[in-house]
Each structure stands twice: as structure tokens, then as C-alpha cells.
């Protein structure tokens, strides 16, 4: 029998085990969903405590989302160990949570190693709206919007010049010439001719590294994301993998973010000028130096690899759609006359190369999932709810491959309406960048596939 103290303990144990069940229970994700009169998204099968941590994807997340878009619908619900993860599937519901209530729904999240150990949290696309981010946004604007292409017209004609003497005769996978010379052509545009002489291929292959690590850690879960006081812990210590990668990373950020600026600022300092964003920034004023540096940096980063990307996917498509490409010579023939070499004002003009370019986007976006968006407080849409916190993933190549239109009945490339800020960046440097070198190629080659030849392999030939 127990002593009255004894049992008094044990008493208070058992009011205090059920007022701490009792709190757990009422403020569960479910229990505020049916507070707010909703429920939450369709998914996954969640287990007790760690939710989906155990059936969330290791990999490919953007295949299996899509997956799942199949079987849940527009908007799917999952739980990662306490973490609210929503993955919108429909134009619509990706309008109405990051565009009609981005007051909402306009947050970035915070992953502890790529942004505070590998020190990419500079980067726009992983800031928070803030006075800095302001900035940055309206440097882009002015530095790579429709205005400002005139000022790039001679790096993109000495770029569409390498790339077309490079492709001239060749046979196989396209994508090392394209991102030697998108990367040739945009090192110029952002820190100038005598940077891109000295240090060009250095930066680019940097720039891969970087962008594949950081592709390679974000489809990944780590731990010291969830708790990150681990960034703390030692580099031997078990566990301690995200130790080495970050500084890994922080390598490949470093030189990002400081070496190409530092190195054209020194120049500027000694009266060596060419013609660059950096330079003509540093000295027209009206931004500062920080923000300068980082926005190039990432207007640097997010064209490179992506620009490239793209535009392999749209010579693969008109290689596979070998009348596609037939139709954009006879229209450039008529439009421009015949060996007359396009320039950026024809590029409007030529309506079937938009559609066709547009539909390659539509097929095969750079980004398919972008970067997720953080819920400033909670939501509810269409009856489900939407906590305080969650991680927005819009399944942007889902809603381009089964949501949308194809150009047979649309030429104005609806792709483009689902892309978040992020990809528009991307976007404006493929317009700015490679409109031109696309137009040259179809002007001057006939590009084919070959039977003897790997997949993905294309072949070719001058056809002037």
C-alpha cells in the first residue's frame, strides 16, 4: 500500500502527465485544423511523432511529388517530424497562396547548412522580405530587365559568334559547349571582358561545383537543419558529415560572393575599367556595395548551368520535332529575309521561335519544385489548412507538364505563369543572354538527330 506522499506524488504526476498530453494534443497540427473549421491537404500516411520521415523521398523529390499529385490531388499535405511541408499540384492553387496572399505565404526558409554553414543565405532566393531584398530585386530590374538588354548587345553578338564556330560540325550532347559559352558571355555582363580573360574559366567551373553541391544538399534531410545547435559540434564527431560538406561549401560561396566583385573593385581603384553591371553600379551609385556584390553574385550563379540547361532542352525538342524547327526557319526566312542574322528587337517578331522555346520551358522547367516559401501565419484554402510555418513546395513541372497548354493552341508560353520569382530570374537571363544565340543557331544550322548517335545526342551541320 502506498504512503499517503507516495500517492500524493503520484497524484501530481498523473495531473501533470495529462495537462502535458492534453497540450500536445490540442495543438497538433490536426487539432488547429478543426479549430479553424478545416483539415488537412491529402497524402502520405503519417506515423505517430515523425510523420512522413520515413516515406518522404530521398531523392527526386519533383518525380515523386508528381507522384503523388496523381493519386492527392492539387494540394498534398506532409508532416517531416514536426515540420508542415504543403506541395501545391494546379496553377490555381499556386496563384492564390504565393500571388493573391503572398502577404501570407512570401517567407523563404532558413536551412541552417546552406545558409549559415556553407554562407549561401545571401543568395535573393533564401532571403527574407526585407529592406536588403528590396534592393537586390530592383537592381535586378534594372541591371537584366527588357530595358537594359540594348547595353549587352555586344557581349551577347561576340557570344553567339564562339558559340556558333563551336557547334559547327558537331555531333553529341550539347550541354559543356553551352555552358562554356553562357558562361563566357555572362562573366563578361557582370564583372567585365578583363576578369572574364584572366579568371573566366575558374569562376564557371566554380560556379558548377557550387550550384551541384548546393542542388545535391537541398534534396536532402539533415539533421542540424531541424537542430541547430549541431553546427556546433565538432568535425569528428558521428553525425558530423554536414561538418565537411559545409565547408565545402563555404568554399564555393566565397568565391561567389567576394573574389570576382574584390577583384573588379581593385581594378576600378587603379583606373582599370571595362564595361560590366559591377562597374557601371559601383559608379553610377544609387545601390550599396554589399548588395552590388551579392545580387551579381546570384544573377551570376542562377544563370550559368540553368541558362545552358535550357537552352540544350530546346534544341533537343526541335530535335525530336524536326517540323518545329522547319516551321522557325521558313518563319525567319519570311520575317527577316534570308541570311539575315536576327538581333534582339526581331526576337518579339518571331512568334513561332517564342512558342516553341516557350513549350521546351513548359516540358522541361530548369527548377521543376523551385525554392519553397514560408507561411508567415497560418492559412486555410479551399477548407484545408495551412499552419503557421509550413514549407510551400510549388510542383511547377507537374503543373507545366499536365496543367497547362501546349503551343498548337497557345503561343504566349503559359509556363512562364507559374514560375516564382526565383525562376523569373532565370527567365530574364535566358531572354537577355541566349534569345540571340538561339536565332543564330536556327539560322545558321540544320540540327538533327542520328540513329548511330546516344540519346540525348544531337548533330550539326551548316545549312547556310
Wanted: glycine share 8%.
Amino acid at each position: 500500500m502506498l504512503s499517503p506522499s507516495a500517492s500524493h506524488a503520484w497524484a501530481a504526476g498523473a495531473v501533470i502527465a495529462g495537462l502535458v498530453t492534453w497540450y500536445l494534443a490540442s495543438n497538433t497540427n490536426e487539432a488547429k485544423a478543426r479549430q479553424a473549421g478545416a483539415i488537412l491537404g491529402p497524402g502520405p500516411k503519417r506515423a505517430p511523432l515523425v510523420g512522413n520521415v520515413f516515406n518522404f523521398p530521398k531523392a527526386r523529390w519533383y518525380e515523386v511529388f508528381s507522384e503523388w499529385a496523381q493519386e492527392y490531388g492539387d494540394i498534398i499535405y506532409v508532416d517531416l517530424g514536426g515540420l508542415p511541408m504543403v506541395i501545391l499540384n494546379s496553377l490555381e492553387a499556386i496563384r492564390d497562396l504565393t500571388e493573391k496572399r503572398m502577404n501570407i505565404h512570401s517567407g523563404r526558409p532558413h536551412f541552417t547548412l546552406v545558409c549559415d554553414i556553407m554562407g549561401f543565405g545571401y543568395s535573393l532566393s533564401l532571403m527574407q522580405p526585407t529592406r536588403d531584398y528590396a534592393e537586390q530585386r530592383r537592381l535586378f530590374q534594372k541591371a537584366i530587365g527588357s530595358h537594359a538588354v540594348q547595353e549587352y548587345d555586344s557581349f551577347l553578338r561576340q557570344g553567339c559568334s564562339e558559340l556558333l564556330q563551336r557547334l559547327d560540325g558537331f555531333s553529341g550532347e550539347p550541354l559543356s559547349i553551352l555552358i562554356q559559352t553562357v558562361g563566357n558571355v555572362l562573366t563578361r555582363i557582370a564583372y567585365g571582358e578583363h576578369f572574364a580573360q584572366n579568371h573566366g574559366p575558374e569562376i564557371i567551373q566554380n560556379n558548377l561545383d557550387a550550384v551541384e553541391l548546393v542542388g545535391w544538399v537541398s534534396t536532402k534531410f539533415w539533421l542540424v537543419d531541424v537542430i541547430p545547435l549541431l553546427r556546433y559540434i565538432p568535425a569528428w564527431f558521428p553525425g558530423a558529415a554536414f561538418k565537411r560538406v559545409g565547408e565545402q561549401g563555404k568554399g564555393y560561396a566565397h568565391v561567389l560572393r567576394y573574389r570576382s566583385f574584390d577583384y573588379v573593385k581593385a581594378a576600378l581603384a587603379k583606373g582599370i575599367t571595362d564595361e560590366s553591371i559591377i562597374s557601371k553600379y559601383m559608379n553610377e551609385g544609387g545601390f550599396s556595395e554589399g548588395n552590388l556584390r551579392d545580387a551579381v553574385a546570384v544573377m551570376y550563379a542562377a544563370g550559368v548551368d540553368t541558362t545552358a540547361i535550357t537552352i540544350t532542352h530546346f534544341i533537343f525538342s526541335i530535335t525530336l520535332y524536326p517540323e518545329w524547327q522547319q516551321q522557325i526557319h521558313e518563319e525567319m526566312h519570311q520575317v527577316l529575309g534570308h541570311g539575315h542574322m536576327p538581333t534582339i528587337e526581331d526576337i518579339p517578331k518571331l512568334k513561332m521561335l517564342n512558342a516553341v522555346f516557350n513549350e521546351s520551358l513548359r516540358w522541361n522547367p530548369a527548377a521543376p519544385i523551385g525554392v519553397p516559401h514560408v507561411s508567415a501565419k497560418e492559412d486555410v484554402w479551399r477548407g484545408y489548412y495551412i499552419p503557421k510555418g509550413c514549407y510551400l513546395h510549388c510542383n511547377i513541372g507537374f503543373v507545366c507538364q499536365f496543367k497547362l497548354s501546349t503551343i498548337p493552341t497557345n503561343h504566349s508560353g503559359l509556363c512562364s505563369e507559374t514560375l516564382d520569382y526565383g525562376e523569373r530570374i532565370v527567365k530574364t537571363l535566358i531572354r537577355v543572354a541566349f534569345s540571340g544565340n538561339i536565332t543564330h543557331q536556327l539560322m545558321s544550322f540544320q540540327i538533327s538527330g542520328a540513329s548511330h548517335l546516344a540519346l540525348g545526342d544531337v548533330y550539326v551541320r551548316d545549312d547556310t
